[in-house]
């Protein structure tokens, strides 16, 4: 079998970030992905990124990827694709299918960095063919350059809502609505202007009531909603629609550490059940770590720098950095993280963070 | 639908192209893109039928989690065609219900 001083479970933004840190610190580490492609959810990002230039601000999201693929190249980061994980044993083996066999590896560190997966919404014809998750949406549009569809109608508001919102109008969909349940906008304002200024309407307080069609999507049913989330009479307007794209909110990745038997809390704000972990990113199991989505839904921002500090900490711990110049790095990215997690928004993500942390 | 002139992308010129057969029809596909993107590109949005109620269903999750976009390729029912590459002379078929292994592979 072979031996790595580190296995990473998922080569996002969180993955690859942490690979970079261990192995400049002289780690031998291989990087797994179910996927065919690295870089997890960050080709699809074509937009700039926020904060400040240490966090690579104004950047577009697949150029941030692309540097983090370069990096993990020049220092040798093995990366293993198509190599689904179904493993982890009690002595840190990691078991997982790559071209039809079985394959294991002995890691002394294993960092989860599994990612996210978008949350559904129920309402009669949501099955239907032309409902789908607006990461699903991006992706089509931004990584294979294809519409899913012509007519358009968003769901949420968020930050996802929103963005995704604009590369529809930007790949040439129409999107003749966003409609969002809650009574404010839940992202960032600068996004919501971006889109109205399209001329998008943004509906607060509307939920979908149903949508009909013939085999897929033609159109949906919207309604206010009051206070107490209940429909408001005679508020209905129907849309000539082809397609829905849900953005309400998406749930943290977390079989492996179940599998792991990694100790658990919730904490609905960070999106439900999320592995309780230490300020060096470790889990309740020695050994294994986690970083990015899989410890609370944030960005890719994030991600990265909880990635480069669960890589600093394997590094402390497989003894290639000591503690004065392990505490050093991680306090830089600290700072970095507490300068993501600041304002309207990201006050709410630290406090949520600091619960979490204040669990062990 | 593809997308040919993209504000920020720019405009899909080096792809390569393969051929694939989908229910019988003859489409062509983008070398490296998932099944899921090449139906959609060519409108199609059913992708299978619901073994108990007969219902259709297409791509919801995109990222191979949901399984709602499995079809049967190439005689093998149940492949999630959202992670699943084009290949040249693939044979793609719409699932009926949990589908059928055919012998020829």
Known sequence: ?360 | MRIVNHPILGKDTDSQWVTINVDGKILQAKKGEPIAAALLAAGIRKFRITAKEGNPRGIFCGIGRCTDCIMTVNGQPNIRTCITLVEEGMVIENQQGLGKWSDSK
Request: proline fraction near 4%; charged fraction near 20%.
């Open chain 1, 1 to 360: 079998m072979k031996h790595r001083d580190a296995v990473i479970i998922g080569a996002g933004p969180a993955g690859l970030a942490a690979a970079v840190e261990i192995a400049k610190a002289g780690g031998q580490v291989t990087l797994l992905d179910e996927n065919n492609k690295p870089g997890g959810q960050l080709f699809k990002q074509i937009h700039k990124f926020f904060g400040s230039s240490e966090h690579l601000a104004g950047t577009r999201g697949y150029n941030i990827g692309l540097q983090l693929l370069e990096n993990t190249k020049a220092l040798g980061v093995e990366v293993i694709l198509d190599a689904p994980v179904h493993g982890i044993y009690h002595d840190r083996v990691v078991s997982f299918s790559h071209k039809g066999k079985e394959q294991s590896i002995d890691a002394q560190k294993i960092i989860l960095a599994t990612g996210a997966s978008e949350n559904t919404l129920a309402f009669p014809g949501s099955t239907l063919p032309g409902v789908m998750g607006a990461g699903a949406a991006q992706t089509m549009i931004n990584v294979h350059q294809v519409l899913p569809g012509k007519k358009i109608l968003m769901v949420g508001s968020g930050n996802v809502g929103l963005i995704v919102t604009y590369q529809l109008l930007q790949a040439g969909a129409n999107v003749l609505a966003l409609i969002e349940a809650a009574p404010q906008i839940g992202g960032y304002g600068v996004h919501a202007a971006k889109i109205r200024r399209a001329g998008v309407p943004i509906l607060i307080s509307h939920t979908i009531k149903e949508v009909w069609g013939n085999d897929e999507v033609e159109g949906a049913l919207v309604t206010q909603i009051d206070k107490n989330w209940q429909p408001v009479p005679h508020t209905e307007k129907s849309f000539d629609i082809d397609t829905i794209c849900i953005a309400v909110g998406l749930s943290p990745l977390t079989e492996l550490a179940w599998l792991a038997g990694c100790r658990f809390t919730y904490i609905p704000r960070l999106g439900g059940h999320i592995p309780i972990h230490n300020s060096d990113m470790e889990t309740t199991v020695p050994g294994i770590y986690v970083a990015g989505d899989i410890t609370g839904v944030e960005e890719a921002s994030s991600a990265m720098e909880e990635g480069r500090l669960a890589g600093i900490a394997c590094a402390q711990a497989l003894g290639l950095y000591d503690a004065k110049r392990a505490l050093i790095l991680k306090d830089q990215v600290w700072d970095r993280l507490n300068a993501l997690r600041t304002g309207p928004f990201g006050e709410g993500r630290r406090q949520a963070k600091e619960e979490l942390l204040n669990v062990l």
